[in-house]
């Protein structure tokens, strides 16, 4: 990993669950717990997404063309 994909990964560990769950833990310690929990959900949910369409849609996790069972021509008569 070069310097610049540890500072996004940094980034992106801290907006997906640390200001999520400080956002949570001040609107629930002011008197709204529900709110509180729809910011966490919604951070945590949104930064799951975000993940998944940054780093794991784009890997090729296909395997390669031309292995397993050659198809044998004498059992399709």
């Known amino acids: 990993m070069n310097r610049n994909d540890i500072v996004v990964l940094g980034v992106t560990?801290?907006?997906v669950v640390i200001v999520p769950g400080?956002?949570?833990?001040f609107l629930s310690q002011?008197?709204?717990?529900w709110v509180g929990s729809?910011?966490?959900?919604m951070g945590y949910g949104l930064g799951v997404v975000f993940i998944?369409?940054?780093w794991i849609r784009p890997l090729?996790?296909?395997?390669?063309?031309g292995v397993g069972y050659e198809?044998?021509?004498s059992a399709e008569e």
């Open 71 to 73: 198809e044998d021509e």
């Open 13 to 15: 560990i801290a907006a």
């Open 52 to 54: 998944w369409y940054e």
């Open 22 to 25: 400080l956002a949570n833990g």
């Open 30 to 33: 002011m008197g709204y717990p």
């Open 38 to 41: 729809a910011v966490w959900a």
């Open 60 to 65: 090729d996790i296909t395997g390669p063309e």
